[in-house]
């Protein structure tokens, strides 16, 4: 069975500070993983994607993540958190031929100024 | 290219009622799956249409239902409105294809609140 953990269901951060949001995934066959965004009252949007290609994958708005085997996580960072990173951060995994990814619980950025 | 839109936006129903959610995915969009928000559960997978067919189904009551058009355009009910159906229903919109081609695009979702 595949599934996706979100380490810390809140991160808090200052303004200009990097972002780390940790995501670790257990999967019996290699997988695709992806992490989106979700603003208040708006639905998912796609940050970036890992299909094998490369293990450091960059994103939109400066994220990027890097995926290591051997630890099988997939954590999402970015150099310099701005006020408007603000939001709900989920992880997704897609194997084994599925068409329906499995979602972890979702991570809260909090920014300060 | 226009995202995926989802009438309506909000909607506010009584308990024992039904409803109604609309999705129009993208353009040239085969697939379509729903998911269920809420803050307690989390992002919840309910079902997934391609083609007009039901290809994949979540862990969900009879109660919830759907069906996809031949333009891709999909709808789903539930009947017998119940106090926890109260939550974010969020459609996305995809190819179709697994594989590295595989991407969602969501919908800013339908907030439904059961009184």
């Known amino acids: 069975a595949q599934s996706v953990t979100q380490l810390g269901s809140h991160v808090s951060v200052s303004e200009g500070a990097l972002v780390l949001l940790r995501c670790n995934y257990s999967?019996?066959?290699?997988?695709?993983l992806f992490w989106y965004v979700q603003y208040p009252n708006q639905g998912l949007q796609l940050l970036l994607k890992?299909?094998?290609?490369?293990?450091l994958v960059k994103g939109i708005n400066g994220f990027e993540a890097e995926f290591k085997k051997s630890e099988t996580s997939f954590h999402l960072t970015k150099p310099s958190a701005h006020m408007s990173d603000a939001a709900e951060y989920f992880c997704?995994?897609?194997?084994?031929?599925?068409?329906?990814?499995?979602f972890g619980r979702g991570t809260s950025l909090i920014v300060h100024p | 290219k226009a995202g995926v839109t989802q009438t309506p936006r909000y909607l506010i129903k009584t308990r024992g009622q039904q409803v109604t959610l609309s999705c129009s995915p993208i353009s040239g969009h085969r697939s379509v799956s729903w998911y269920q928000q809420t803050p307690g559960q989390g992002l919840q997978f309910l079902f997934e249409?391609?083609?007009?067919?039901?290809?994949n189904k979540g862990n969900f009551p009879g109660r919830f239902s759907g069906r996809q058009f031949s333009n891709s355009r999909s709808e789903m009910n539930v009947s017998t409105l119940e106090l926890g159906d109260s939550a974010l229903y969020l459609c996305?919109?995809?190819?179709?294809?697994?594989?590295?081609?595989?991407?969602?695009?969501f919908g800013p979702g339908t907030r439904l609140t059961v009184t």
């Open positions: 999967s019996s066959v290699p997988p695709y």
């Open positions: 997704a995994l897609l194997s084994g031929g599925s068409y329906i990814p499995t």
């Open positions: 249409y391609f083609s007009e067919t039901q290809r």
């Open positions: 996305a919109s995809s190819p179709g294809t697994s594989g590295i081609f595989y991407e969602q695009y």
């Open positions: 890992y299909t094998s290609a490369a293990t």
